[in-house]
């Protein structure tokens, strides 16, 4: 039977622009209680830290809760919904969200962190910077916060990967009693950003998360696209 195990890396301590975050968490890593890391390891990342370490930070008026949404409009391609203050925009990337990722939290005040603009380069550039570090091929998942339509609550998704699969298609193969899956994708880089959320908690200062025994048919070369529905299937637009 498989099992997956998940804990936070300690030490990563505040992260600043221009500070390569590869070689951070790499530091970290490099022995207990973080490591060492394996093949097949995944690291799961959180985007307020990758922001950080890209400069995806700008200024905002601190006295005033609604100085962020002209920025929020500004990272949008497209309005989907608007109750109140809330903004349901699209980004660039293709994400349907809250306010275009645009967030104010575990940030200094006066500051609101903007989505990497490409989330995938951010993840290969960890994934690079740890192999040539620590000598392991891992998974990168870079993760982040969001809300479901029809759902209460939060939950981790992936934004960026690298090395590790978006989504896995079991479409042609069978189920447990032997017949045959006509639609079944499984996102499991969503499923491995959730779990490692449960040991990186959201106000705990652990940015950072390794999940060990992902199945190694999974770790391969990817991109978020695989998880972002194209127009064309989206029923609800």
Request: charged content about 25%; hydrophobic content about 45%.
């Given at each position: 039977m498989q099992r997956l195990t998940a804990w936070g890396v300690t030490g990563i301590g505040e992260i600043s622009p221009g500070m390569q975050l590869g070689d951070v968490i790499a530091t970290a890593c490099a022995e207990p209680p973080n490591g060492p890391l394996q093949n097949h390891d995944v690291l799961v990342v959180t985007q307020k830290v990758v922001s950080k370490a890209e400069g995806r930070l700008v200024d905002v008026d601190p006295d005033d809760p609604l100085s962020h949404k002209?920025?929020?409009?500004?990272?949008?391609?497209?309005?989907?919904?608007?109750?109140g203050d809330l903004i349901i925009t699209e980004t660039s990337h293709g994400f349907v969200c809250a306010n275009s990722g645009v967030d104010l939290s575990n940030v200094e005040r006066g500051q609101a962190a903007l989505l990497p603009l490409d989330s995938d380069r951010s993840a290969r550039r960890i994934r690079d910077i740890v192999r040539a570090r620590l000598g392991v091929d891992v998974g990168v998942i870079v993760s982040d916060t969001f809300g479901r339509p029809w759902r209460r609550g939060l939950t981790d998704v992936a934004?960026?990967?690298?090395?590790?699969?978006?989504?896995?298609?079991?479409?042609?193969?069978?189920?447990?009693?032997?017949?045959?899956?006509?639609?079944?994708?499984?996102a499991v880089a969503d499923e491995l950003a959730s779990a490692a959320e449960l040991v990186m908690g959201k106000s705990n200062g652990v940015p950072v998360a390794v999940v060990r025994g992902a199945d190694a048919?999974?770790?391969?070369?990817?991109?978020?696209?695989?998880?972002v529905r194209p127009a064309s299937e989206d029923l609800f637009r």
């Amino acid at each position: 039977m498989q099992r997956l195990t998940a804990w936070g890396v300690t030490g990563i301590g505040e992260i600043s622009p221009g500070m390569q975050l590869g070689d951070v968490i790499a530091t970290a890593c490099a022995e207990p209680p973080n490591g060492p890391l394996q093949n097949h390891d995944v690291l799961v990342v959180t985007q307020k830290v990758v922001s950080k370490a890209e400069g995806r930070l700008v200024d905002v008026d601190p006295d005033d809760p609604l100085s962020h949404k002209a920025i929020v409009e500004a990272e949008a391609v497209r309005i989907v919904r608007r109750r109140g203050d809330l903004i349901i925009t699209e980004t660039s990337h293709g994400f349907v969200c809250a306010n275009s990722g645009v967030d104010l939290s575990n940030v200094e005040r006066g500051q609101a962190a903007l989505l990497p603009l490409d989330s995938d380069r951010s993840a290969r550039r960890i994934r690079d910077i740890v192999r040539a570090r620590l000598g392991v091929d891992v998974g990168v998942i870079v993760s982040d916060t969001f809300g479901r339509p029809w759902r209460r609550g939060l939950t981790d998704v992936a934004i960026g990967v690298a090395g590790i699969a978006a989504v896995v298609d079991l479409r042609g193969t069978a189920d447990a009693l032997g017949r045959i899956m006509q639609v079944t994708e499984v996102a499991v880089a969503d499923e491995l950003a959730s779990a490692a959320e449960l040991v990186m908690g959201k106000s705990n200062g652990v940015p950072v998360a390794v999940v060990r025994g992902a199945d190694a048919e999974w770790f391969r070369d990817a991109s978020i696209n695989e998880i972002v529905r194209p127009a064309s299937e989206d029923l609800f637009r």
